[in-house]
């Protein structure tokens, strides 16, 4: 089936007892035994809950594999990911390779919690495979990669990574949150196991937090699954019901964030006090012809430049249809100051490297009408 069916019906087809279309939220903590050892698949929540279940299927078939792990957000997915390369018992670390310029949390995670647990982290730029091949080491056991990464919008090459790595003995982390299964599948690219964060597009409504990582690894199915059972950072029933109907309209927004992203990137490219604008789908993009041969399409996450830096005050205090908020991949336009909101944890000197300045500011164009946006970005910078 083509993917845009597979948003819509997933793996369900119809409630069995009452032939409800929609997945029913099975909101139990406890399900009744038939007797001493039996089971009807489901005991308690934490292990397994029935609506839960219905939404990691669907996630793995969408990103062609065949294991999902649903968690309470992105963050309790990577945090459950690491544990699967533990320090070596008889002392030493455990080395991954990340994306210097990725997620601010992620990167709180690591440097500042997991580094204190027997874990060493090089965080380089990964558009940069030469880069990549210095950090490796003799106790690397993971690269971590976002691509596009966040907020810079670099494309790093999925399957040379995994070529790099597995060479090693190692694993191959893609962090897939920006482009969604719909326009990119990493693991058909050789990446061992998939993290997203499903609080933006895949539940795409700015209305719950989410987290999955997918892979089709044997020999992972149960640690993964023992990790998210023992730490109890699962996703709840009703949070899973509405990921499931957000993944519903996947494909319809995923086309629309693209069309509205593209059309802000150029809008914005030929606004005078705009210095220089990062989007994917520019075709002057460093890294176009890497994007066009992983990836199926664009997002709507535009980041730019400003010339001068009390435009950003102004802009973020003067946008009325985009939102100064710190989030991306919903249904509403936000807008965020990467410097302040999402990468204040990243050190100065990493941060600025990566190109976080104080002139930066991130565009998640929602799937409003577009000139609507124009016109709210025109009047924001005057
Ligand atoms: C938001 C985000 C995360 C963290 O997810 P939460 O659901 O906020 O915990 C991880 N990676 C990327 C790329 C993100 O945008």
């Known amino acids: 089936m083509n993917r845009e069916t597979l948003c819509v019906r997933g793996t369900w087809r119809f409630d069995s007892a009452t032939g409800a279309v929609s997945v029913p939220v099975y909101q139990s903590a406890a399900f009744r035994h038939p007797g001493v050892g039996e089971t009807t698949g489901f005991d308690y929540s934490r292990s397994a809950n029935p609506t839960r279940s219905i939404l990691e299927e669907t996630v793995a078939l969408l990103e062609g594999a065949r294991y999902g792990l649903a968690f309470s957000s992105g963050m309790g997915a990577v945090s459950a990911m690491i544990k699967l390369f533990p320090p070596p018992s008889s002392g030493g670390v455990s080395h991954l390779v990340m ?26 730029d990964t558009s940069d495979l030469s880069q ?42 893609v962090d897939n949150t920006f ?44 640690p993964l699954r023992e990790a998210q059972k023992s730490e ?60 066009a041969a992983q990836a199926r399409g664009h997002n709507g996450m535009v980041s730019f430049y400003v010339r001068d830096r009390a435009l950003v005050d102004r802009i973020l205090r003067r946008v009325k249809l985009i939102l100064f908020a710190e989030s991306l991949g919903g249904a509403e336009s936000l807008i965020t100051f990467p410097l302040v909101q999402t990468h204040g944890a990243i050190p100065e000197d990493l941060r600025l490297a990566a190109g976080v300045n104080d002139r930066l500011l991130r565009l998640s164009a929602g799937i409003e009408d577009g000139a609507d946006i124009i016109a709210d970005l025109d009047q924001a910078l005057g």
């Not at 994306?99 to 380089?124: K, N, P, Q």
């Not at 693991?187 to 196991?193: M, V």
Request: glycine fraction near 10%; hydrophobic fraction near 40%.
């Open 132 to 173: 990549v091949e210095a950090a490796l080491g003799p106790s690397t056991r993971a690269i971590f990669i976002e691509t596009p990464s966040n907020p810079m919008m670099k494309v790093t090459d999925i399957g040379a990574c995994a070529e790099l790595i597995h060479r090693r003995g190692g694993s191959l982390v």
């Open 232 to 291: 109890g950072a699962c996703l709840s029933p009703f949070d899973s019901w509405l990921t499931l109907r957000g993944i519903k309209t996947l494909a319809l927004r995923m086309e629309k964030h693209q069309r509205n992203g593209a059309l802000a990137a150029e809008w914005l490219r030929n606004h005078p006090q705009v210095e220089r604008v990062f989007y994917t789908g520019l075709a002057d993009h460093p890294q176009a012809a890497l994007s």
């Open 179 to 222: 482009l969604t299964p719909y326009f990119q599948n990493p693991l058909d690219r050789g990446a061992d196991f998939v993290i997203h964060s499903g609080t933006k597009y895949l539940s795409g409504h700015n209305d719950t937090l989410a987290g999955f990582i997918v892979h089709s690894r044997e020999d992972a199915a149960v």
């Open 99 to 124: 994306s210097g310029d990725l997620y601010g949390g992620t990167y709180r995670l690591f440097h500042e919690y997991y580094a204190r647990y027997g874990y060493a982290f090089s965080w380089v």
